[in-house]
């Protein structure tokens, strides 16, 4: 979807903060934030998503801009298994529908 | 005990032929999907089915035709199989959303590669 862009690419060394941020500036009012990730060519697996408030759960955490045209995924301490596409994607809240964007590969280095 | 399963995994067909991938879903979730994974990695809806019913249809080609016999099954079927359609298929399914919009996950099969010589 080229209304939700992502880095291409980012760098985290172990044990650090991952920060992975995406611009989705045509969302709609009824519109989620999701975010989902890749390992190893696998099924997309969830992470996390939210409306317009900051959430946290066992993963990430997810925090959205008060004018919700941008979001960033935290991984608070990175590990080698991370390492994977992360797509962000807005998620209509009637439907399900998930549109992604071109997904960053992240790539965790010891 | 796989949540979202799809069968085959691998695929590889001619030019032509039709074939059909099944997905079959134990979570007692009332919608799936298929989603198609370019070369690329781009992930793009194809279709969406709440309760057996068609509720989303992505301008996908009519060689593609999703079926529902029940809502943990959603197979789909393509005919005169193409070049182009070599992809990755994922199949997903989530709960209902309520007319409030309430945001739940979706879960995705391991995906079928399928590769059309």
């Known amino acids: 979807d080229a209304k939700t862009t992502q880095p291409p690419s980012m760098d985290c060394a172990e044990g650090r903060a991952a920060n992975l941020p995406c611009n989705h500036s045509t969302i709609s009012g009824n519109e989620y934030v999701y975010w989902y990730r890749q390992i190893h060519s696998q099924g997309p697996q969830y992470i996390i998503h939210g409306l317009k408030n900051n959430e946290t759960n066992e993963m990430a955490s997810l925090i959205i801009t008060e004018d919700r045209k941008s979001s960033t995924l935290i991984l608070p301490h990175a590990t080698l298994r991370d390492t994977a596409v992360y797509y962000c994607g807005r998620g209509s809240g009637n439907t399900g529908k998930l549109i992604f964007g071109q997904g960053t590969t992240l790539q965790v280095k010891p | 005990d796989t949540a979202v399963s799809q069968t085959p995994k691998y695929l590889v067909t001619q030019m032509g032929n039709d074939k059909s991938i099944k997905c079959e879903q134990n979570l007692g979730h009332d919608t799936m999907y298929w989603y198609k994974q370019d070369s690329k990695k781009f992930l793009k809806i194809m279709f969406s089915y709440n309760n057996k019913e068609l509720i989303i249809n992505e301008t996908v080609p009519n060689r593609f035709s999703p079926k529902s016999p029940d809502k943990a099954h959603l197979n789909l079927h393509i005919n005169s199989l193409e070049l182009g359609d070599s992809a990755v298929y994922f199949c997903?399914?989530?709960?209902?959303?309520?007319?409030?919009?309430?945001?739940?996950?979706?879960?995705f099969g391991q995906g079928t590669r399928l590769t059309v010589v």
């Open positions: 997903a399914s989530s709960r209902k959303r309520t007319p409030r919009g309430v945001g739940t996950e979706a879960f």
